[in-house]
T-cell receptor, first 115, second 111 residues
Framework: NAGVMQNPRHLVRRRGQEARLRCSPM?????VYWYRQLPEEGLKFMVY????????ESGMPKERFSAEFPKEGPSILRIQQVVRGDSAAYFC?????????????FGDGTRLSIL | DQQVKQNSPSLSVQEGRISILNCDYT??????FLWYKKYPAEGPTFLIS?????DKNEDGRFTVFLNKSAKHLSLHIVPSQPGDSAVYFC??????????FGTGTSLTVIP
């Protein structure tokens, strides 16, 4: 009965490289959210996906960032040409239905460090 | 533009006493409010939620109060225990299913 699994837990990249963050939702969950937390700040919404569909990506920067949740496999948050300001903790959350009514379950996050 | 605010970055409470964590919001269209607890190096864990049509929800030692006219909610923990020491985030959902989080309050329960 695994919870939300995120990997890697820590990721180090040099400026200009690509970062790929993976999130496997809880079994039976088809709703996935990605959040970013900068130091001393709260979680900031990035994107909300359901299987094969992006529902709301209004919190995600228009350039360099993309997310997907394919029919098979984990959800992926991809950051291209990373910059120092991308250093943060990235959390994924999943729910079985409409979040709020169905609480989101969070993974332990991926800590991205940009050298 | 912080739509959900937690103005107290930290709070210390004696074990056995009541902990009261506060949260203010600006968007009157929020329809659901949640509290999460977070330990270092872990993801947030859901604690308790409340719909905007209610003013109180209780679950064991945790009670959430919602004052819509003041756009204010609070989490009461009683009695407080050392294991409650963590960072607490309040969150609100808008009608578009987007969630907004506060910046968190670090609670320390002193044995």
């Amino acid at each position: 009965n695994a919870g939300v699994m995120q990997n890697p837990r820590h990721l180090v990249r040099r400026r200009g490289q690509e970062a790929r963050l993976r999130c496997s939702p809880m079994k039976g969950h088809s709703h996935v959210y990605w959040y970013r937390q900068l130091p001393e700040e709260g979680l900031k919404f990035m994107v909300y996906l359901q299987k094969e569909n992006i529902i709301d990506e209004s919190g995600m920067p228009k350039e360099r960032f993309s997310a997907e949740f394919p029919k098979e496999g984990p959800s992926i948050l991809r950051i291209q040409q990373v910059v120092r300001g991308d250093s943060a903790a990235y959390f994924c959350a999943s729910s079985s239905g409409t979040p709020g009514v169905q609480p989101q379950h969070f993974g332990d996050g991926t800590r991205l460090s940009i050298l | 533009d912080q739509q959900v605010k937690q103005n107290s970055p930290s709070l210390s409470v004696q074990e056995g006493r009541i902990s009261i964590l506060n949260c203010d919001y600006t968007n009157s269209m929020f329809d659901y409010f949640l509290w999460y607890k977070k330990y270092p190096a872990e993801g947030p864990t859901f604690l308790i939620s409340i719909s905007s049509i209610k003013d109180k929800n209780e679950d064991g030692r945790f009670t959430v109060f919602l004052n819509k006219s003041a756009k204010h909610l609070s989490l009461h923990i009683v009695p407080s225990q050392p294991g409650d020491s963590a960072v607490y985030f309040c969150a609100a959902r808008d009608t578009g299913n987007q969630f907004y989080f506060g910046t968190g309050t670090s609670l320390t329960v002193i044995p």
